[in-house]
């Protein structure tokens, strides 16, 4: 059994190149980036009741980051002090990643696996998943694998898009028809999970939810807020017992 989509991966690893320009196809991610780090240092902060004055706030964690591709998150949080491994199916976007780690004098372990394989003989104290839901081939085996790979007390950060016509519209029409964010084809409608169906398979395996929130585009302001909404974007954290 295995979690990768080999056209999904093939998807990605066409344009690994351009993971770190900021004007390139992983625009939209650079857009995002600064609320989904923002998010995840509040949340670590407050569950694991670190200091926040402290330069190197994250230097008591260590940092899971599942599908991390060129590693434009696992950089930032490698920056305020944690240790962070990435991994990704891709070997095109571990490679990316890696050069530009090392570019960057950063000390970030790159791996090209992903959950289930057993190559990780390690657990960790946070573990991410962000935007890599929708590309999976195994939902169920992906979750219970980045559960395992969680230490106990540690929690677990879900970032996707909502299955609904406004995702359908915003994210599909808009977003790879209209705006030409993406490359049309990057994301399947019918593969976007709803915040239930996350909820219902991970308090199977026993996990239980800090919080959920949504995500939204200011268009004026040209960048993305927290928001009640989940309608579209949301980004949900799991707490292991």
Not at 87 to 104: L, P, R
Not at 196 to 216: A, M, P, Q, T, Y
Request: aromatic fraction near 10%.
């Amino acid at each position: 059994m295995t979690t990768i989509n080999k056209d999904e991966i093939q998807k990605f690893s066409k344009i690994a190149d351009e993971w770190w320009d900021v004007q390139g196809k992983f625009k939209p991610l650079h857009l995002f980036n600064p609320i989904r780090i923002d998010y995840i240092i509040k949340n670590c902060v407050d569950h694991f009741n670190l200091n926040k004055n402290k330069e190197k706030l994250l230097s008591k964690l260590k940092i899971l980051d599942i599908g991390c591709g060129g590693g434009l998150v696992a950089e930032p949080l490698s920056r305020l002090g944690a240790n962070v491994t990435g991994i990704d199916a891709s070997y095109k976007n571990i490679e990316v990643a890696k050069i530009h780690a090392k570019k960057n004098s950063l000390k970030i372990t790159y791996l090209n696996t992903s959950p289930e394989q057993n190559n990780i003989k390690e657990k960790f104290d946070v573990v991410l998943s962000l935007e890599v839901v929708e590309h999976v081939e195994n939902l169920d085996l992906f979750l219970k694998s980045a559960e395992e790979l969680l230490n106990k007390n540690g929690i677990l950060f879900i970032a996707t898009i909502n299955r609904t016509f406004e995702s359908y519209i915003k994210a599909i029409i808009g977003a790879e028809y209209i705006l030409r964010w993406l490359p049309i084809g990057t994301h399947d409608w019918q593969k976007f999970p709803k915040p239930e169906e996350i909820e219902k398979r991970l308090i199977k395996f026993k996990l239980i939810k800090k919080s959920l929130d949504g995500l939204k585009y200011n268009i004026l302001s040209r960048d993305w807020v927290l928001s009640s909404d989940c309608s579209v974007n949301y980004i949900m954290v799991y707490k292991k017992n």
